[in-house]
């Protein structure tokens, strides 16, 4: 990890950090009203009451009295699409059609795809989300810009190209050989370097011939340490498409099953409209289940069912999935998880909101013991948040006096407002 500075530094808030789930057991977090991080080298070196860490002489950032947090993970999120967000009166496949592959095409160019990334990454650092998974466009060389803007910040990036070779637009077509041969490329140029870490990014099985699909579990097979992303059961109209182009399939999570794509690194994002045993078919394998809401909204797509997912014992994350989403707020995000889960007859309750931002989304990418917590020898990746940003949140503040009412004020009106600062292994980055 890139070294911020030779000397320890002490950075003092109000800390909370979840060191489990609060859904399993009432010991999830630990909240210090005067505490500070101690932040050496980009990991944080300890964490207590400020009277117990300071020393005469050590440099010290006082963030008082607003909230210091692990900072936001966001598993599922297009960089090509910072200039598709918010783009009218479609559901998936038009969207698809009309707006995003069209607008991903841009990415052939590279001076383009440099500025987009650059501009990716100011906003998940203004929103306080230090760490994503993002699909790239199909171009070897959108993933380049990305890690590189990612490598020159020191965050922690996933990512990878998007294996495509049917049923979008030429021009975003690769084929199954050149995105195996692509993808390879990138993992041997990029994987282990710096905090990066490469996806086997198979966009999803409407855009994919069997022989890529073939070429995806391939890599998955040399890889497998790799983490893998794509998309399932996100829409009714995606899925028929998808279930007559694979007539031997089961259903929609054995296309990828029979390509041998599942697993504890597969990334699943949406995963709505799941049968009985496709959510047992997820828990057997371990894959994940990304809940995308403010995508699921503007797309029209449907609600997501944590509870039952969550029963069956499939591992979730929660995420943006910009630019079908519309928000890089991890904050909103929540916000529009809670309406959907309410929706659903499901309670969002602000704890384990707050858990599945950090630890749970870093769970559900396999980095649970790098991010997501606030503990020594994390990463030093961190968001101070202030509940009182705006004026109607001061108002509301007012007669708030529990943490768990403060959180979900930040859930309910929070956004890149509330974010004061983010730390990138312990280097404040918020722009502007
Ligand atoms: N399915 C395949 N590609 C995409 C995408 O870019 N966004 C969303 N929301 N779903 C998809
Ligand atoms: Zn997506």
Same mark, same amino acid.
């Given at each position: 990890?890139?070294?911020?500075?030779?000397?320890?530094? &002490?950075?003092?808030?109000?800390? &909370?950090?979840?060191?489990?789930?609060?859904?399993?057991?009432?010991?999830?977090?630990?909240?210090?009203?005067?505490?500070?991080?101690?932040? =050496?080298?980009?990991?944080?070196?300890?964490?207590?009451?400020?009277?117990?860490?300071?020393?005469?002489?050590?440099?010290?950032?006082? +963030?008082?009295?607003?909230?210091?947090?692990?900072?936001?993970?966001?598993?599922?999120?297009?960089?090509?699409?910072?200039?598709?967000?918010? @783009?009218?009166?479609?559901?998936?496949?038009?969207?698809?059609?009309?707006?995003?592959?069209?607008?991903?095409?841009?990415?052939?160019?590279?001076? +383009?795809?440099?500025?987009?990334?650059?501009?990716?990454? #100011?906003?998940? !650092? #203004?929103?306080?989300?230090?760490? %994503?998974?993002?699909?790239?466009?199909?171009?070897?060389? @959108?993933?380049?810009?990305?890690?590189?803007?990612?490598?020159?910040?020191?965050?922690?990036? $996933?990512?990878?190209?998007?294996?495509?070779?049917?049923?979008?637009?030429?021009?975003?077509?690769?084929?199954?050989?050149?995105?195996?041969?692509?993808?390879?490329? /990138?993992?041997?140029?990029? =994987?282990?370097?710096?905090?990066?870490?490469?996806?086997?990014?198979?966009?999803?099985?409407?855009?994919? #011939?069997?022989?890529?699909?073939?070429?995806?579990?391939? /890599?998955?097979?040399?890889?497998?340490?790799?983490?893998?992303?794509?998309? !399932?059961?996100?829409? /009714?109209?995606?899925?028929?498409?998808?279930?007559?182009?694979?007539?031997?399939?089961?259903?929609?999570?054995?296309?990828?099953?029979?390509?041998?794509?599942?697993?504890?690194?597969?990334?699943?994002? +949406? %995963?709505? +409209?799941?049968?009985?045993?496709?959510?047992?078919?997820?828990?057997? #394998?371990?894959?994940?289940?990304?809940?995308?809401?403010?995508?699921?909204?503007? $797309?029209?797509?449907?609600?997501?069912?944590?509870?039952?997912?969550?029963?069956?014992?499939?591992?979730?994350?929660? %995420?943006?999935?910009?630019?079908?989403?519309?928000?890089?707020?991890?904050?909103?995000?929540?916000?529009?998880?809670?309406?959907?889960?309410? !929706?659903?007859?499901?309670?969002?309750?602000?704890?384990?909101?707050?858990?599945?931002?950090?630890?749970?989304?870093?769970?559900? &990418?396999?980095?649970?013991?790098?991010?997501?917590?606030?503990?020594?020898?994390?990463?030093?990746?961190?968001?101070?948040?202030?509940?009182? %940003?705006?004026?109607?949140?001061?108002?509301?503040?007012?007669?708030?006096?529990?943490?768990?009412?403060?959180?979900? /004020?930040? =859930?309910?009106?929070?956004?890149?407002?509330?974010?004061?600062?983010?730390?990138?292994?312990?280097?404040?980055?918020?722009?502007?």
């Amino acid at each position: 990890m890139k070294s911020n500075t030779e000397n320890p530094r &002490l950075i003092r808030g109000r800390v &909370l950090s979840f060191h489990a789930d609060p859904a399993e057991t009432e010991d999830a977090f630990t909240y210090l009203e005067d505490g500070a991080v101690l932040v =050496q080298d980009g990991r944080v070196a300890a964490v207590g009451d400020y009277a117990d860490l300071r020393r005469d002489g050590m440099a010290e950032i006082d +963030h008082r009295p607003h909230l210091i947090l692990p900072g936001f993970i966001d598993p599922h999120i297009h960089f090509p699409q910072v200039q598709v967000i918010a @783009s009218w009166g479609a559901q998936l496949l038009d969207w698809l059609q009309n707006y995003t592959f069209p607008e991903e095409a841009r990415f052939a160019d590279d001076a +383009h795809a440099a500025r987009m990334a650059d501009a990716f990454l #100011t906003q998940l !650092l #203004t929103h306080g989300t230090t760490t %994503a998974c993002a699909f790239g466009s199909v171009h070897p060389g @959108s993933v380049d810009a990305l890690f590189s803007a990612a490598e020159s910040r020191g965050m922690a990036m $996933l990512g990878g190209k998007v294996m495509m070779d049917r049923n979008a637009l030429p021009a975003v077509h690769d084929t199954a050989q050149t995105s195996y041969d692509e993808s390879k490329a /990138l993992i041997e140029r990029w =994987q282990g370097r710096g905090r990066l870490t490469y996806a086997i990014t198979p966009r999803f099985a409407i855009t994919s #011939t069997p022989e890529q699909l073939a070429a995806a579990g391939a /890599l998955a097979a040399e890889y497998p340490h790799l983490p893998i992303q794509t998309h !399932l059961s996100e829409n /009714l109209a995606e899925i028929d498409f998808t279930l007559s182009l694979y007539p031997e399939a089961r259903d929609y999570l054995d296309i990828y099953d029979r390509f041998g794509l599942l697993g504890p690194r597969s990334l699943m994002g +949406h %995963a709505i +409209h799941l049968s009985d045993r496709e959510v047992a078919r997820m828990a057997e #394998t371990g894959t994940r289940a990304i809940f995308c809401p403010t995508s699921n909204l503007f $797309l029209g797509s449907g609600l997501f069912d944590e509870a039952g997912l969550r029963k069956a014992g499939v591992v979730t994350g929660v %995420a943006t999935d910009v630019g079908g989403g519309t928000s890089y707020s991890m904050l909103q995000t929540l916000n529009e998880g809670y309406k959907v889960l309410q !929706l659903r007859g499901q309670n969002l309750h602000p704890f384990a909101a707050f858990h599945w931002a950090t630890r749970g989304n870093a769970k559900a &990418l396999g980095m649970e013991g790098e991010i997501g917590r606030i503990a020594p020898g994390f990463a030093a990746d961190m968001v101070v948040l202030d509940s009182r %940003a705006t004026s109607a949140m001061a108002l509301r503040s007012e007669r708030i006096e529990t943490l768990a009412e403060e959180l979900f /004020l930040l =859930q309910v009106m929070g956004d890149d407002r509330a974010v004061v600062q983010t730390y990138v292994a312990g280097q404040a980055m918020k722009p502007g």
